[in-house]
């Protein structure tokens, strides 16, 4: 469903701007990758307002987001099936608490992870070269470690979230 809108928005971005520079593959792909966050963050609010976990969803959207920036991590091939995953897993983090115990564990487990595997799969995802990856990895180290100051729980549960999906299990 994203794919198809997303043609049918290139197609007539360029009938109506027809020398506009990007192709219509190029219009596409980006619009594809604008519907699938749009997609993801308004299924997610909307059903956080009824679960009431609104502030728990935004936090976890928005760590999620931000440690990704810098680790990588699995892409599915399909963009709705990122929107219904992604909302699942936004929704049900936001129904995880975690006294102060598991929430350091968790932020453990989560810099144990990023030493491991990160960056993991963002060599075309990027324009960050290669030679900067080890500082991403410190980076996002640093990030997640900023948790054993704040011990969110509901940041800690999604810096772990997003950290397992840096693991490659086909190697």
């Known amino acids: 469903m994203i794919e198809p809108l997303a043609l049918r928005m290139a197609q007539h971005i360029k009938s109506v701007v027809p020398d506009h520079p990007a192709s219509v593959a190029v219009l596409q792909h980006a619009l594809a990758v604008l519907l699938n966050m749009v997609f993801i963050t308004g299924l997610t609010l909307v059903i956080s307002v009824f679960t009431g976990h609104t502030r728990e969803v935004v936090t976890i959207m928005a ?3 931000f ?31 975690l006294d102060h115990k598991w929430t350091m564990i968790a932020t453990i487990m989560s810099m144990l992870l990023i030493l491991l595997f990160a960056p993991a799969g963002i060599e075309n995802q990027t324009r960050i070269p290669p030679k900067y990856f080890p500082l991403l990895k410190v980076l996002a180290l640093c990030v997640v470690g900023l948790n054993f100051y704040f011990s969110d729980p509901v940041t800690a549960v999604s810096f772990l979230s997003q950290t397992i999906l840096l693991i490659n299990f086909r190697r």
């Open 63 to 65: 760590a999620f987001a």
């Open 67 to 97: 440690l990704r920036q810098m680790t990588g991590g699995l892409h599915l091939k399909s963009g709705m099936g990122c929107v219904a995953v992604s909302t699942l897993l936004f929704t049900g983090l936001s129904f995880i608490v």
